[in-house]
């Protein structure tokens, strides 16, 4: 694209014990030919997280205790912002986020304030069932419907922000569980933020374990629900202006 919607975007990747994992994602997002500089939020990470993040060319940002990923990007979203940082894009440490996807994902920033990567677009074969799959899908359903556009994938944390929407993230930006997707989501389309979202192709976990299992997979269904109604029941907060923070 001859005119990208941002001039400076910082790549956020939040990590907790991803030290397998974090220092190859990290290389492989600074050979992009877009030169995208990345802050890595160690969210109290009691292994080399941190340190090898830093030894691949991250900027580290050292949480002192795990505050969950709503915390960590929090903590990169407001560093962001006093850096001079128009745009924010999130990525896994655990290299499941293409790096290839994220100049796609922020050009989608052309038409919104907040550029969803979603994996049930059309795009890839990941897929997943029970209990997760039926709340992802009557989650779509309902912030469709409030977003007046057609989404496929909410909960997915690979998610990109303008100037606009950083400042309302800075206002609001929850650390719940699951509030840093469904939460934060509702409230910014409830303050006039426009959201979008990109086909994406998602990769296999590079290392580590993952975060899901049968019994937590059941749990979300409820987690998930609990989460959209307590956004719902939200005030709006003050609509952000494009350029002001």
């Not at 505050?67 to 979203?77: E, I, N, P, S």
């Not at 909960?155 to 509030?179: C, I, K, M, V, W």
């Not at 269904?221 to 609990?226: A, D, H, P, W």
């Amino acid at each position: 694209m001859a005119n990208p919607p941002y001039k400076r975007a910082l790549v956020i990747m939040p990590a907790w014990n991803e030290a397998e994992t974090v220092g190859a994602t990290v290389r492989e997002v600074l050979s992009l030919e877009d030169h995208f500089d990345v802050l890595v939020v160690n969210d109290g990470s009691t292994d080399g997280t941190g340190e090898a993040a830093a030894a691949a060319g991250a900027t580290v940002l050292n949480l002192p205790f795990n505050l969950g990923v709503g915390g960590a990007m929090r903590a990169g979203f407001r560093f962001a912002v006093r850096e001079g940082y128009d745009s924010a894009i999130q990525v896994d440490a655990d290299g499941q986020h293409d790096p290839a996807d994220i100049r796609r994902v922020l050009n989608g920033l052309q038409d919104a304030d907040i550029s969803i990567g979603a994996r049930f677009a059309d795009r890839g074969s990941y897929k997943v069932s029970g209990p997760r799959k039926w709340a992802m899908q009557v989650l779509a359903a309902v912030i469709s419907r409030l977003s007046r556009t057609r989404l496929t994938d909410v909960t997915s944390g690979f998610r990109a922000a303008n100037s606009r929407a950083l400042a309302q993230y800075l206002d609001h930006y929850p650390a719940e569980y699951l509030g840093d997707t469904i939460d934060s989501l509702v409230v910014a389309i409830k303050s006039g933020c426009k959201v979008t979202q990109i086909p994406v192709e998602m990769r296999i976990r590079q290392g580590g374990k993952p975060s899901h299992n049968p019994l937590k997979a059941g749990i979300y269904l409820g987690r998930s629900v609990f989460a959209l109604l307590f956004a719902l029941t939200r005030k709006k907060s003050n609509p952000p202006t494009q350029n002001g923070v």
